[in-house]
């Protein structure tokens, strides 16, 4: 069945230590997002790629980067995790044409930095 | 820039009743689409509704239905005969030209038994 799929689902790790979130599609979808969802806030844009070789920094700043190496993945990374980076981290993809088909999520990551 | 409104941080509404749950927007633009989103608990988040700006007529999804006030920049989502699989999160989002969706705050709608 077609769909989105980010592991872990929750992940509790420490000061300073370097962490990869994985997101995988299996749609073939061109657009894939990551966002930053903190409870009560409408949910950030931290970065998106429009395909293989493309990633860019979506409008709310962010230490994370990320990569699109293949289609149908595009991991986030923190290279040292502080507590300010405590969230949960939400994949979509989308179609090419986004407006008409909308976003496709993942269930999220839960991150909790100690 | 486009900006997406909730006013409603809890909405509750009884089994069998109808909810309406507000969401304003602003954008500069003539053509964008709207949309609504339901999070479930821990669960994924889903499309439940969408609306081309450019069609006067409401959209419509079985119990989900919006009410479209262009002039008024206004979205709101009925959600008719609720049930308890309806609890969740949702949320209000804009997008137009094919750029990235922009979200709301979220309501958190709780149903009652």
């Known amino acids: 069945e077609a769909d989105i799929y980010q592991t872990p689902r929750y992940l509790v790790i420490g000061t300073g230590k370097k962490i990869t979130l994985e997101c995988s599609q299996t749609?073939?979808?061109?657009?894939m997002y990551w966002y930053q969802q903190d409870p009560g806030m409408e949910l950030h844009l931290i970065h998106y790629s429009y395909g293989v070789n493309s990633t860019e920094k979506g409008d709310l700043s962010s230490e994370s980067t990320v990569s699109r190496i293949r289609t149908e993945h595009f991991p986030l990374t923190l290279e040292s995790a502080r507590p300010s980076h405590t969230s949960q981290y939400l994949c979509a993809s989308s179609e090419w044409d986004s407006l008409n088909y909308g976003y496709t999520f993942g269930s999220g990551t839960r991150l909790t930095v100690v | 820039a486009q900006t997406v409104t909730q006013s409603q941080p809890e909405m509750s509404v009884q089994e069998a009743e109808t909810v309406t749950l507000s969401c304003t927007y602003d954008t500069s633009e003539s053509d964008y689409y709207l949309f609504w989103y339901k999070q479930p608990p821990s669960r994924q988040m889903i499309l439940v509704i969408r609306?081309?700006?450019?069609?006067?007529q409401n959209a419509t999804e079985n119990r989900f239905s919006v009410n479209f006030q262009k002039a008024a920049k206004s979205f709101s989502l009925k959600i008719s005969d609720s049930q308890l699989g309806d609890a969740a999160m949702y949320f209000c989002?804009?997008?137009?030209?094919?750029?990235?969706?922009?979200f709301g705050a979220g309501t958190r709608l709780t149903v009652k038994p």
């Open positions: 609306q081309e700006a450019y069609k006067q």
């Open positions: 749609m073939g979808h061109d657009k």
């Open positions: 989002a804009s997008m137009y030209n094919n750029n990235d969706m922009r």
